[in-house]
């Protein structure tokens, strides 16, 4: 397991000088991105809960044949085109109908993840990963509901559940999420296996009306020189 180091901002823009002997080379990866965690998230009317959705999720992106390149002290990733995505969520909630009444869901994955992607951006002494994945579909199915002379039948939302899923791409751009790995390891072609716990909370509440969100679990990341 390699060391997680920090690096000042002025010996990371010097790089190229103190490290000639990678000026210029590349390195083989496998990379491995793991997330399992949950999210709840209430919108607010007034003060009262009028939706609510929460979740339970854990994936895996991987790319077994990523090439990381270093040439005069840039920093490029190269997938292998067939990077994986596993997908595995549970999801339910409900939002207020009929004035009152509580209309249920419970979401299912009704297509799994087709190709997955990372990337890699230089930030000052560190590299931050991204990743993501398309083709899936989380569909939410509502229960019928009446109440008095209002009634809502039972419906399906094709992919109505598809931000919802726990730690995904979207989540780590909205809690302010940072996946970083030592840039100092990649550019000397060294393993590296990282641990990132999360507790986030995000509100916008104003007057008893808005929405209030969590985000708590862990990620894992893997990059393991081929």
């Given at each position: 397991?390699?060391?997680?180091?920090?690096?000042?901002?002025?010996?990371?823009?010097?790089?190229?000088?103190?490290?000639?002997?990678?000026?210029?080379?590349?390195?083989?990866?496998?990379?491995?991105?793991?997330?399992?965690?949950?999210?709840?998230?209430?919108?607010?009317?007034?003060?009262?809960?009028?939706?609510?959705?929460?979740?339970?999720?854990?994936?895996?992106?991987?790319?077994?044949?990523?090439?990381?390149?270093?040439?005069?002290?840039?920093?490029?990733?190269?997938?292998?085109?067939?990077?994986t995505a596993r997908l595995s969520t549970t999801q339910s909630g409900f939002r207020v109908m009929c004035d009152s009444a509580q209309q249920t869901f419970t979401d299912r994955t009704s297509h799994r993840p087709g190709r997955?992607?990372?990337?890699?951006?230089?930030?000052?002494?560190?590299?931050?990963?991204?990743?993501?994945?398309?083709?899936?579909?989380?569909?939410?199915?509502?229960?019928?509901?009446?109440?008095?002379?209002?009634?809502?039948?039972?419906?399906?939302?094709?992919?109505?559940?598809?931000?919802?899923?726990?730690?995904?791409?979207?989540?780590?751009?909205r809690f302010g999420i940072s996946l970083k790995v030592p840039l100092s390891s990649l550019m000397r072609g060294r393993s590296v296996s990282r641990?990132?716990?999360?507790?986030?909370?995000?509100?916008?509440?104003?007057?008893?009306?808005?929405?209030?969100?969590?985000?708590?679990?862990?990620?894992?990341?893997?990059?393991?020189?081929?």
């Open positions: 397991m390699a060391t997680i180091r920090t690096w000042p901002l002025a010996l990371a823009l010097a790089l190229p000088l103190v490290l000639p002997a990678v000026a210029e080379a590349s390195f083989k990866y496998t990379t491995t991105i793991r997330f399992s965690g949950t999210y709840s998230s209430d919108e607010y009317d007034t003060g009262v809960v009028v939706s609510h959705v929460q979740s339970k999720t854990s994936f895996t992106v991987r790319d077994a044949r990523l090439v990381i390149t270093v040439k005069n002290g840039a920093i490029a990733l190269y997938p292998s085109g067939h990077t997955g992607w990372v990337t890699l951006k230089r930030r000052g002494s560190r590299a931050s990963l991204g990743f993501g994945w398309s083709g899936e579909s989380v569909d939410r199915h509502y229960i019928g509901v009446t109440q008095g002379d209002c009634s809502e039948p039972a419906e399906v939302e094709h992919a109505g559940g598809n931000d919802d899923e726990a730690g995904a791409a979207a989540m780590v751009s641990k990132i716990t999360v507790h986030k909370l995000e509100s916008d509440l104003l007057d008893g009306t808005g929405t209030k969100s969590r985000l708590d679990g862990s990620y894992r990341i893997i990059l393991s020189r081929r």
